[in-house]
């Protein structure tokens, strides 16, 4: 006898409060794998090319600028920009469903809070970033992004150095506790004591790896606004 894949026979439907943790679940899980893979690599690489700064601003607008053909642009924005979209619509509903621990006031609920708060000045970051370095030179002035209008901008208008420096800061942490999380409370791959505080220690090194680089790329940019 076949089974029935209607709900409208009593007994036999899926209750509302089960289906609603399985979407959940899976939601849960496609916004924490979307934050690692592949936003997390794309970002690492994407700070990774703007050091190349220190070579020339040609040098940066070939790393960053090119894709090699307009099927690699549209393969980039689908790749980085819709799985952003996604992380960041997901983030936004966990950050009203999900409160810290009340039992527990230790280092757990700041590292909650500090993550709230990088993932808000994160948001505000990216609109930025996107604004200056793509949207106003693309589609307002109808050009791709340039190094010397970059690099003068960073130099000679402090609010936006600020906000890169801050921005980059708010990328680092909330990236390396996004690692911790994606392995323990994302996926479960770290789970016991011991694992969970190795991965704390990996976390800590990545974080202050992507501070590094972040900052490094954010001078080389302010460098090169004196000659720009």
């Known amino acids: 006898m076949a089974l029935t894949i209607t709900n409208d026979q009593a007994g036999r439907a899926v209750p509302p409060q089960v289906r609603i943790i399985a979407r959940d679940f899976i939601l849960s899980r496609l916004g924490s794998l979307f ?12 700070l990774w090319h703007q050091l190349a700064a220190y070579q020339s601003g040609e040098a940066l607008e070939r790393e960053v600028e090119h894709h090699g053909s307009d099927a690699g642009a549209i393969l980039t924005f689908a790749v980085v920009l819709i799985p952003l979209l ?44 996107l604004y200056l370095a793509w ?3 693309r589609f307002l002035e109808h050009h791709a992004e340039s190094f010397d209008a970059l690099a003068h901008e960073m130099h000679f208008n402090m609010p936006t150095l600020i906000v890169y420096v801050l ?21 479960g ?30 001078y080389g940019l302010y460098a090169g606004g004196a000659a720009a």
């Open 135 to 137: 949207f106003e030179p």
């Open 167 to 187: 921005g980059t800061l708010a990328i680092a942490y909330h990236l390396a506790n996004g690692l911790w999380s994606f392995l323990s409370m994302g996926w």
């Open 35 to 46: 934050a690692f893979a592949p936003l997390g690599v794309w970002t690492l690489g994407h």
């Open 86 to 129: 996604w992380h960041t619509v997901w983030g936004i509903g966990r950050m009203f469903k999900s409160r810290p621990a009340v039992a527990n006031h230790g280092f757990s609920n700041i590292r909650y809070m500090v993550q709230r708060l990088s993932a808000i000045g994160l948001l505000l970051f990216l609109g930025a970033h």
């Open 189 to 218: 791959i770290t789970v016991s004591k011991s694992a969970l505080s190795w991965m704390e220690k990996v976390s800590l090194l990545f974080f202050f790896v992507l501070l590094v680089i972040g900052w490094a790329a954010v």
